[in-house]
């Protein structure tokens, strides 16, 4: 089946940028997306990109998609002690087809 | 934005009675919902995909006679863990699938945490 592959551990001090790397091997992957899970909570959406898009920014969020190499990271500026989650990178090819996640990276901030 | 609303959020219950999940699309309606189940420091494991008016899709492993599933509305999927014990005890999240407006694909509950004793 499809797989989706994410580094386990992050850690970065308080202040700068954090970046988190998840690649997939669905060619025909046309959704992705990053949410953050905090402890003992839900995911949370954090932003989402299409096949078709390169580049999309939102405040602190940066997200760039190498689609030739299968490659999605998620850039966080400015990382704060709040951003101390575990990440998941998650695609999936159709709109109601289930995602396909990674295993997550926990991010450590260092105050 | 989309919100999914699930309940409860935490519950204990002694071993071999049923625990019902609810996961509600507030202001969207969703064809498609997925439950997950999540096991301490690891990622989302699909248990089934369930449609609104049909039966729910179960993924491999995942029993369909213990974990029962009801779409019986656009917006409310429930999960009923029935004769529940220890070993079903986890993390379990909903997910909702809507578009347009503000919705973009796919929104998570806040989890259930069920402790069986």
């Known amino acids: 089946g499809e797989d989706v592959e994410q580094s386990l551990f992050l850690s970065v001090r308080e202040g700068d940028s954090s970046v988190i790397n998840c690649t997939y091997t669905?060619?025909?992957?046309?959704?992705l997306y990053w949410y953050k899970q905090e402890p003992g909570a839900g995911l949370q959406l954090l932003t989402y990109?299409?096949?078709?898009?390169d580049m999309k920014q939102d405040q602190r969020l940066t997200v760039l998609l190498n689609k030739k190499d299968k490659h999605l990271s998620l850039r966080i500026a400015d990382t704060q002690t709040g951003d101390s989650a575990i990440y998941f990178c998650a695609e999936t090819n159709s709109g109601n087809t289930p995602l396909v996640f990674g295993k997550g990276t926990r991010l450590s901030v260092i105050a | 934005g989309a919100v999914v609303s699930q309940h409860p959020s935490r519950v204990i219950c002694k071993s071999g009675t049923s625990v019902k999940i609810e996961c509600r699309s507030l202001?969207?309606?969703?064809?498609?919902m997925f439950w997950y189940r999540q096991f301490p420091k690891q990622s989302l494991m699909l248990m089934a995909t369930s449609n609104e008016g049909s039966k729910a899709t179960y993924e491999q492993g995942v029993e369909k006679d213990k974990f029962l599933i009801n779409h019986a509305s656009l917006t409310l999927s429930t999960l009923t863990v029935t004769s529940a014990h220890p070993e079903d005890s986890s993390f379990y999240i909903c997910?909702?699938?809507?578009?347009?407006?503000?919705?973009?694909?796919?929104?998570f509950g806040s989890g259930t945490r069920l402790t069986v004793v």
């Open positions: 202001d969207f309606q969703a064809t498609t």
């Open positions: 990109i299409f096949s078709n898009m």
């Open positions: 997910s909702a699938a809507g578009w347009g407006g503000d919705n973009y694909g796919y929104t």
């Open positions: 669905d060619s025909s992957s046309t959704y």
